[in-house]
């Protein structure tokens, strides 16, 4: 099993009342993630950078979501916890 740590950026476009996933962006890093989603933050609704690991042959998640970063309005289940 090859694990491999994910580092990525989701943001959200508002339409109407509704906040609507974009393509998530990959980054390199922790670092490289935060500054996405900042930069992000400027363009959309909301945005969440974090980071997970998974089996990079099976794509099996081996833990749980470490979030990184939040921006502006986010569904509940990415809000602050």
């Known amino acids: 099993m090859a694990e491999k740590t994910y580092f990525v950026v989701q943001a959200f476009e508002k339409k109407g009342k509704r906040l609507l996933a974009v393509q998530p962006t990959q ?7 935060i500054g996405r989603a900042e930069r992000d933050a400027k363009r959309f609704a909301g945005v969440v950078a974090f980071r997970q690991v998974a089996d990079d042959e099976t794509g099996e998640v081996l833990d749980e979501p470490v979030v990184l970063a939040r921006h502006g309005e986010l569904p509940a289940n990415m809000a602050d916890e």
């Open 27 to 33: 980054c390199r890093s922790d670092d490289d993630a």
